[in-house]
């Protein structure tokens, strides 16, 4: 079985019907923001987690909850469980294919990794309890 994003039809690349017709160049336009965010965000993470160890450790019982906190988290595990759902919709059409397509499930996939991604910068921002960190969010 041959791995390609579109599947080995060679016609499934053209836009000649319009862009938004070819379902295939709308989910890799849909991959591009996750991967460009992701290649953003893991350094920052990787970067904040190694400065956070000489630090001295922060009690969780000084914690303080930024406004919406648990509003956020219930939307974001819908968020994650939507995610799940639409990569458990897109292995079942792939099989169902005679050539892998990976662009049923793979914006799926790397939209479940930015929102770990982001959950877990989220969390060193509050335990840190520095919310100008989330002003790169924002920019």
Same mark, same amino acid.
């Not at 160890?53 to 969780?60: A, E, G």
């Given at each position: 079985m041959s791995l390609?994003?579109?599947g080995n039809n060679i016609s499934s690349y053209n836009i000649y019907d319009g862009v938004l017709q070819n379902p295939c160049f709308v989910d890799a336009l849909n991959l591009v923001p996750h991967v460009f965010l992701l290649f953003i965000t893991f350094p920052i993470l990787f970067i904040g987690w190694g400065s956070q160890? +000489?630090? =001295?450790?922060?009690?969780?019982n000084t914690?303080?909850?930024f406004p919406g906190h648990n509003l956020r988290w219930i939307l974001?595990?819908?968020?994650?469980f939507v995610h799940v759902c639409?990569?458990?919709?897109?292995i079942v059409s792939d099989s169902r294919r005679e050539s892998r397509h990976l662009h049923l499930f793979m914006p799926a996939v790397m939209g479940f990794v930015?929102?770990?991604? +982001?959950? =877990?910068y989220y969390h060193n921002i509050e335990t840190s309890n520095f919310p100008k960190l989330l002003l790169g969010k924002y920019d």
């Open positions: 390609s994003f579109c160890s +000489s630090k =001295v450790q922060i009690h969780h914690w303080l909850h974001t595990f819908a968020l994650l639409e990569i458990a919709e897109g930015a929102t770990t991604t +982001s959950i =877990v």
